[in-house]
T-cell receptor
């Protein structure tokens, strides 16, 4: 079992829907959590960054971390066709040193008009 | 400000040929990474560097070598290309390890015939 599990999808939703993307993890030491968005034939770009548990909102995007359940979520409100992309979660144990973030495999999202 | 630049963008090689992929970043980041991304496998770390003159192995290092002679550049070499190395290669950089988000290039698409 991988340290970080993410359903590959694809997840297909109509425009305007609320989208929920999720990752589960097994390492209780993870405390930094990131979401990246990757458009086709492009590199991943940072979308959201959170530390420890709780919620963080940025426009239509909300990142949620539940450390007790080892579960993180990314919510997209009023989804748009331009949100169609692959979303990767990433997490890390601590700052500095040689700790390298662990990535999920990504979830493909399709928002159709 | 270009961020992370990868060259070349596309390349086709024959089995047994060698080549070097170049990654350059202009953000004065200490950490640099090479990943490969294959369908259904997500991002897999090949090698990484925590500073000029240092390199370390990642999850899938076999068949690859790297060098970080200058802080802004990270080179990935394939000494004798094999069809199993057909993939999309991404370079990334970050200010430090662990908690810091990574900045990615747009990838090099490599086919080995």
């Amino acid at each position: 079992q991988k340290e970080v599990e993410q359903d590959p999808g694809p997840l297909s939703v109509p425009e305007g829907a609320i989208v929920s993307l999720n990752c589960t993890y097994s390492n209780s030491a993870f405390q930094y959590f990131m979401w990246y968005r990757q458009y086709s034939r492009k590199g991943p770009e940072l979308l959201m960054y959170t530390y420890s548990s709780g919620n963080k909102e940025d426009g239509r995007f909300t990142a949620q971390v539940d450390k007790s359940s080892k579960y993180i979520s990314l919510f997209i409100r009023d989804s748009q066709p331009s949100d169609s992309a692959t979303y990767l979660c990433a997490m890390s144990e601590r700052a500095g040193g040689s700790y390298i973030p662990t990535f999920g495999r990504g979830t493909s999202l399709i928002v159709h008009p | 400000n270009a961020g992370v630049t990868q060259t070349p963008k596309f390349r086709v090689l024959k089995t047994g040929q060698s080549m070097t992929l170049l990654c350059a970043q202009d953000m004065n980041h200490e950490y640099m990474y090479w990943y490969r991304q294959d369908p259904g496998m997500g991002l897999r770390l090949i090698h990484y560097s925590v500073g000029e003159g240092t390199t370390a192995k990642g999850e899938v290092p076999d068949g690859y070598n790297v060098s970080r002679l200058k802080k802004q550049n990270f080179l990935l070499g394939l000494e004798s290309a094999a069809p199993s190395q057909t993939s999309v290669y991404f370079c990334a950089s970050s200010y430090s390890g662990g908690s810091q988000p990574q900045h990615f290039g747009d990838g090099t698409r490599l086919s080995i015939l």
